[in-house]
């Protein structure tokens, strides 16, 4: 049994921050990323928890606007345990573009691709899109701070 999933003593609560950055920051490109984004949130806060490890709970979305009118993103993830993304559950929800594609849109969500997008048919990755950069950081307890080892990039 691996560390993700052997009976843990506690849980090392933390948030998952990540920094998007757009390959090509144009209007077109930015309504496609936040139609995406809405999907894939729901699709991540959705997966049933994990026995040891809990689930996420919590995601918020931010942006700003640059200085030269493009767009720059902000999300972070609550995380009942750091671990968590390293779970084959968490790292198969779907990195597909084409999410309307892979199930069945709930009510109030809208496909990611629209009428007329070239990639449609293709089985796009959101990578072709974009390119996030991610931190997982555990809660500190007892004045011991620990960057979680399974991603160590930051924005």
């Not at 139609?35 to 049933?48: A, F, G, I, V, Y």
């Not at 999410?99 to 849109?105: A, G």
């Not at 796009?124 to 899109?129: G, L, N, T």
Request: aromatic share 8%; net charge negative; proline share 7%.
């Amino acid at each position: 049994m691996d560390d993700n999933h052997a009976p843990l003593t506690r849980r090392r609560p933390g948030i998952a921050i990540v920094c998007p950055r757009l390959n090509e920051d144009t209007p077109e490109t930015r309504s496609l990323f936040r139609r995406w984004t809405k999907l894939h949130m729901r699709d991540t806060l959705s997966l049933p928890k994990d026995e040891y490890l809990g689930g996420a709970s919590k995601m918020l979305r931010y942006t700003r606007s640059t200085n030269g009118g493009g767009e720059e993103y902000f999300y972070t993830i609550v995380l009942d345990d750091v671990r968590l993304p390293g779970t084959e559950k968490f790292q198969n929800v779907s990195q597909r573009l084409d999410l309307e594609n892979t199930r069945e849109l709930s009510e109030g969500e809208e496909p990611v691709l629209r009428e007329g997008e070239e990639r449609i048919g293709t089985e796009p990755m959101v990578f072709s899109i974009v390119k996030p950069v991610v931190g997982v950081f555990e809660e500190i307890r007892n004045g011991k701070p620990d960057v979680h080892p399974l991603w160590r990039g930051w924005c």
